[in-house]
Structure formats: structure tokens, C-alpha cells
């Protein structure tokens, strides 16, 4: 080998250890990327889908009438009965 190339590798190996940490580095901010795009599209896919399906659903409120006072004049009857004993 030239002399050229045994100082290039020589170089090389110096820097192999900051290499590898730089390239562990990125991989390691793409994967990250990567996740936050998958999660962003999920959430909207989701959070689309939700916003369709309680948008077609119309509120129905029902309101209910009860006449008590038939319940009323036994309970007022049974404690008429029990303070007279």
C-alpha cells in the first residue's frame, strides 16, 4: 500500500469511535422522525374518523313529566299515620 493510503486509514481508525457515534446518532433522529410522523398521522386519521361519526349523530333530547302527587299523598299520609300512634 501506498503511503498515501496507510495514512488515510490510519486517519480513518482515529475516527472510527466519533464515526460511529455520529451515524448511531442519526439513525437514531430518523427512527424519532419517523415515529412522530406515524403518530401525527394516526392521531388526524383518528381524529378525523371521530369528528365524522359525532357529526352525522343529531342531538334527540326527550324531556319527561311525572305527576307526584299521588306518591306525595302517601307519604304524607304514612307520616300523618305515624305521628298519630
Known amino acids: ?14 475516527n472510527r469511535e ?31 374518523v371521530y369528528s365524522k361519526t359525532t357529526a352525522d349523530q343529531e342531538v334527540v333530547r326527550q324531556e319527561t313529566v311525572m305527576d307526584t ?3 306525595d299523598d302517601y307519604v304524607s299520609g304514612l307520616t300523618a299515620d305515624a305521628d298519630a300512634e
Open 69 to 71: 302527587s299521588a306518591l
Open 18 to 48: 466519533k464515526l460511529i457515534k455520529r451515524e448511531k446518532r442519526i439513525l437514531m433522529l430518523e427512527k424519532l422522525a419517523a415515529l412522530l410522523v406515524c403518530l401525527v398521522a394516526v392521531c388526524w386519521i383518528g381524529y378525523s
Open 1 to 14: 500500500m501506498s503511503q498515501k493510503k496507510v495514512d488515510a486509514y490510519k486517519q480513518e481508525k482515529a
